[in-house]
């Protein structure tokens, strides 16, 4: 087996510190907003982008980036704060679908106000678009099979 090179190994160091840092960074600013983490952002922008407000748990899984036992946990929470419902699903009473609420697609459009503004500051600031394209571009090569 061949040793990755120190340029990989330098890649992949500021990749997770990079990855670290913005998400930090962004995370403060909506706690500083008084808003709740990122997670709950991605749960409502899937579920709005979702077909009529909807999708299944697994689908939500697989478009954010925790692990599903967070995601029931993270469901309860929203559920309890009135941002989402659990609806059965057609033909499937075993299954359920999720939906956004009329207080959860609020409650996303006031966090990408302050999120937006946070990418711009911690991202666009720091990039050109062209950089932002390429550096796109790169990642979607280390996500592809």
């Not at 403060?28 to 808003?35: N, Q, V, Y």
């Not at 979702?50 to 689908?59: F, M, Q, Y």
């Not at 692990?67 to 075993?94: C, T």
């Not at 711009?120 to 678009?129: E, G, H, M, V, Y």
Request: hydrophobic letters at 40%; aromatic letters at 6%.
């Amino acid at each position: 087996m061949q040793e990755p090179s120190p340029s990989v190994i330098k890649a992949w160091g500021r990749l997770i510190r990079a990855e670290r840092t913005v998400v930090g960074r962004i995370e403060a600013e909506l706690k500083s907003a008084g808003f709740p983490s990122l997670h709950w952002y991605d749960v409502l922008l899937e579920l709005k982008r979702g077909p009529e407000g909807r999708l299944t748990p697994r689908e939500i899984e697989e478009a954010v980036l925790f692990e599903q036992y967070n995601l029931s946990r993270l469901l309860d929470r929203m559920e309890g704060e009135g941002l989402v419902r659990r609806i059965p699903y057609p033909g499937d009473r075993r299954r359920q679908l999720v939906e956004i609420t009329d207080a959860g697609r609020a409650l996303q459009e006031r966090m990408w106000s302050v999120y937006g503004a946070a990418l711009n500051r911690f991202i666009c600031a720091k990039l050109t678009d062209k950089e932002a394209g390429q550096l796109s571009t790169l990642l979607l090569k280390l996500i592809l099979e």
